[in-house]
């Protein structure tokens, strides 16, 4: 049985209406990520990065997976090597039935006490008070996602890793691979061994090394990773 293992970025929360950050309607055209996305910008004014935050909340609360997250919750119920690696911060990979998902930076809907260190999912959208206080000690909470220039949680990143490393095939979908280190992985996967097969609309830096580009949606494209899947698994 084939070892698979797969990123995942922005692009596969397209067809769920979600924006995604590089490319022509991208959030980074519109909102500049160091004013938005840094503990910088969050200690200089809360609020605006809160408000930010609030309004993607809003926007992911109302949307609901599509076939490209639907088709990778099957490929971990069937396949019995399958490790699912985001970047996405979303959760609807959770939402459309995959259990164990690598959450590289993050979950916006998970918040963090500056104060007391509490970490909890709080779903409520749009919040009732911006910048939220911690539901514990009253103190001020942050969202829990990675932004520029902090770490990756530790743990997810070596499983990320292993699993690359691991892996006979490594499936890229819409990331536009720039964003260090979540980018290495399709290399090191390569590096290892793997068949790495990518799917996105656009060419980009995992191109020259992709074993497979499928130049399409992901809900298309994943739909022909599976039957390929399928058909290696059968012999
Ligand atoms: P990007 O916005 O950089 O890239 C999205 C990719 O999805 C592009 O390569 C598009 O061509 C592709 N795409 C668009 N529509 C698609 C579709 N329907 N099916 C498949 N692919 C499609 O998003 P990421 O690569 O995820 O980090 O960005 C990486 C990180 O940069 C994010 O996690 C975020 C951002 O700043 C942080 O916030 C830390």
């Not at 959770?94 to 970490?119: D, F």
């Not at 709080?122 to 770490?151: M, N, S, T």
């Amino acid at each position: 049985m084939p070892k698979v293992a797969v990123l995942t970025g922005a692009g596969i929360s397209a067809e769920s209406g979600i924006p995604t950050f590089r490319g022509k309607d991208g959030l980074w055209k519109r909102f500049k990520p160091e004013e938005l996305a840094t503990p910088e910008a969050f200690f200089r004014n809360p609020k605006l990065v809160w408000e930010w935050y609030d309004y993607r909340r809003q926007l992911i609360a109302r949307a609901e997976p599509n076939e490209g997250h639907k088709i990778l919750a099957r490929m971990e119920r069937e396949l019995p090597d399958f490790t699912l690696i985001t970047q996405n911060v979303d959760g609807l990979h959770q939402k459309a039935g995959s259990e164990k998902v690598i959450e590289l930076h993050g979950n916006i809907w998970k918040v963090r006490c500056l104060s007391c260190g509490a970490e909890y999912y709080d779903y409520r959208a749009p919040l009732p008070e911006i910048p939220p206080r911690c539901k514990h000690c009253g103190g001020l909470v942050r969202p829990g996602v990675v932004w520029f220039g902090e770490p990756l949680p530790p743990e997810a990143l070596e499983q990320a890793f292993n699993a690359a490393r691991e892996s006979d095939y490594f499936i890229v979908v819409g990331t536009s691979a720039v964003v260090y280190p979540a980018a290495q992985l399709p290399f090191v996967a390569k590096e290892y061994g793997a068949t790495v097969i990518e799917v996105n609309p656009e060419e980009t830096p995992v191109t020259r090394i992709a074993d497979l580009s499928l130049r399409e949606k992901a809900s298309t494209g994943l739909k022909k990773v599976y039957e390929m899947l399928k058909e290696h698994a059968q012999g």
